[in-house]
C-alpha cells in the first residue's frame, strides 16, 4: 500500500525556488507513477506534474513547463518537484499523488489515486 508524505513546502519570493519531496512509506513492489496537484484558495485543484515508474516519461501543465522539474529516486521511495522561477500564482498547497499509470493523472482519472496531505507553497511579490 503507497503512504505518501510530502515537505520542503514553504515561503519563496517572487522569482525564487523550492524543492518538494513526497516520500512512499507504504510496502509496495508494485511499480506505480507520482505526480503532483496543487489547489490555491478558492480553486479547483489541479494537475501540475507526473512521472512514471522509471522517471523517463515526464508531464507537465503549461503554467509550469520549463520552471519545475519532476524527478524520482526509487532506492529511496521518493519524488521530487523542483520549482524555479516561482511566480504569485504558484501559491497553493501542493499534493503528491500516486496511481498505476502518469497518464491517468495527467487526464484527471483520479478514482484510484493516493494522496498525500498537502504541503503550502506560498510565493511572495
Known amino acids: 500500500q503507497v503512504r505518501l508524505e510530502e515537505s520542503g513546502g514553504g515561503l519563496a519570493q517572487t522569482g525564487g525556488s523550492l524543492t518538494l519531496s513526497c516520500a512512499d512509506s507504504?510496502?509496495?513492489?508494485?511499480?506505480?507513477?507520482m505526480g503532483w496537484f496543487r489547489q490555491a484558495l478558492g480553486k479547483e485543484r489541479e494537475f501540475v506534474s507526473a512521472t512514471d515508474w522509471t522517471g523517463t516519461n515526464t508531464y507537465y501543465a503549461d503554467s509550469v513547463k520549463g520552471r519545475f522539474t519532476i524527478s524520482r529516486d526509487n532506492a529511496k521511495n521518493t519524488v521530487y518537484l523542483q520549482m524555479n522561477s516561482l511566480q504569485p500564482e504558484d501559491t497553493a498547497v501542493y499534493y503528491c499523488a500516486a496511481d498505476s499509470t502518469p497518464l491517468l493523472l495527467l487526464r484527471g482519472w483520479l478514482s484510484g489515486t493516493t494522496w498525500g496531505q498537502g504541503t503550502q507553497v506560498t510565493v511572495s511579490s
Open positions: 507504504g510496502r509496495t513492489s508494485t511499480p506505480y507513477a
